[in-house]
Structure formats: structure tokens, C-alpha cells
């Protein structure tokens, strides 16, 4: 996969940027405040439909603009494609060659990124929240119908949570559904991340 160029509007304090990265190694050198992490930023929206920094997505839509978007033309397995994404009150929209995606996995269709900050440093000295959620960012990348499944069992856990919290009201038969849920989502789960790490061990090693 290439980058073959970014085109960023109205994203963090970029009005419009224009850029064709080298096939080697691109080095954003600026002031402080500049906007440098903000571009970094874009092309990791643009690859991950995720905030790097941001809570919100509103945080990523310059000031006084109502509409942020970012567009990456990549070179992928020989052929050029072109993906957007657009914020704008609220919502986030997601298109391929202009035209709106049919799915995420239609989407992302083998576009990836790797960014490391100082707040990755979290993923050793943190707790194992942030490990699991760095290891389920790599499966998705390897393994895109995990997004799917990732979704299910988080879907399971919050809803047998709730049912836990509501205590004594709870019909045991109810509970016993969730856990079935729960536990065959989480089989799925744990049998990708074990194969990613299968893969990774060798060369972290
Ligand atoms: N939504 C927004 N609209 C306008 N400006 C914003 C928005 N969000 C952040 N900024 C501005 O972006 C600037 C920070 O940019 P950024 O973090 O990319 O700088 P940088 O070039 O990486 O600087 P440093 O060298 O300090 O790391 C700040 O001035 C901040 O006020
Ligand atoms: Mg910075």
C-alpha cells in the first residue's frame, strides 16, 4: 500500500492542505502549533474512521468551519483508489471513489496505518484495557470480519452488565441467554487474538 496523495479541508487548524508524501519517508517540520500532529491526525481519521486525540468528532472540525474532510488516493495491490471521510454536525460519512460506502469492510479494503505517540507507551505501562485495545486494532487489520464479531460480544457484555445491575429483579433464564452470547462471542475473540499473536510472537520475540 501507498499513500499516493492527501488532500485535508477545514480539519483541526488546516484550512486546506495539499500534499503528494515521497514513496520513501515524508518529515512534517514546523513551528509549535503549526499543525504538523494535526495532519498526522487526518491521515489517521482518514484510515481508521477514529480520532487519534479527539473525544469528540466535532473536535476535528476547524473553528468557525462546519464541515471537516479528508481524502487519501492510495496505490493498493496495483490499482489506485480513492477514500473520504467528511465530519460535520455530529456525523461522520465515509465514502469510496466519491460515492458513499456500502460497509466498512468495503472501506477499508486493505488501507492501514500504524501511528505511535507517546501515549502508546500506555500499552506497556497501562492497564490491560489498553493492551486489548491496541491487540483488537491489529486483528481487525488482519482479520477484517473481526470487526463484526468484536462488535457482538461488546454488544453482549453491555447488555448482561446491565441485567447484572438490575440484581434481583432478573429472571436467571434471561442471564443464561447472555452468557451464551457472551461466551460464544468471546471464544471468537480470543481464538483471533491468539492467532495474531501466534503471528507477531516470533518477530517481537
Ligand atoms: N478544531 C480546531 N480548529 C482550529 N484549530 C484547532 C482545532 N483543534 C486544534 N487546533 C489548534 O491546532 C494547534 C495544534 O496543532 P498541532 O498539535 O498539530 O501542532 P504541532 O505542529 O504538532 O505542534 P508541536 O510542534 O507543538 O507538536 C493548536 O494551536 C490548536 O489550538
Ligand atoms: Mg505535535
Redo the contacts with the bound molecule.
Keep these: 500500500m501507498r499513500l499516493l496523495s492527501l488532500q485535508v479541508q477545514?480539519?483541526?487548524?488546516?484550512p486546506a492542505v495539499q500534499l503528494a508524501p515521497s514513496p520513501h519517508a515524508t518529515i512534517?517540520v514546523?513551528?509549535?502549533?503549526?499543525?504538523?500532529?494535526?495532519?498526522?491526525?487526518a491521515l489517521y481519521f482518514l484510515a481508521t474512521l477514529k480520532p487519534l486525540r479527539?473525544g469528540r468528532l466535532?473536535?476535528?472540525?476547524?473553528?468557525?468551519?462546519s464541515a471537516?474532510r479528508v481524502t487519501g488516493r492510495f496505490l493498493l495491490k496495483g490499482a489506485e483508489r480513492e477514500i473520504s471521510v467528511e465530519v460535520g454536525g455530529g456525523t461522520r460519512q465515509a465514502l469510496v471513489d466519491g460515492k458513499k460506502a456500502s460497509s466498512l469492510e468495503d472501506y477499508f479494503g486493505g488501507v492501514s496505518v500504524v501511528a505511535f505517540t507517546p501515549d502508546d507507551l500506555e500499552v506497556i505501562k497501562g492497564g490491560p484495557d489498553a493492551r486489548r485495545a491496541f491487540l483488537d486494532r491489529a486483528v481487525f487489520n488482519r482479520f477484517p470480519a473481526f470487526l463484526k464479531e468484536s462488535r457482538e460480544y461488546a454488544r453482549a457484555l453491555k447488555n448482561r452488565n446491565r441485567l447484572l445491575r438490575d440484581g434481583a429483579t432478573v429472571d436467571a433464564a434471561y442471564l443464561d441467554a447472555y452468557d451464551e452470547t457472551l461466551a460464544r462471542s468471546g471464544a471468537r475473540l480470543y481464538a483471533r487474538r491468539r492467532a495474531l499473536m501466534a503471528e507477531l510472537a516470533p518477530r517481537a520475540q
Design positions: 477545514d480539519f483541526r487548524n488546516l512534517a514546523g513551528q509549535n502549533g503549526q499543525g504538523k500532529t494535526n495532519l498526522l491526525e479527539a466535532s473536535e476535528l472540525v476547524r473553528w468557525g468551519a471537516a
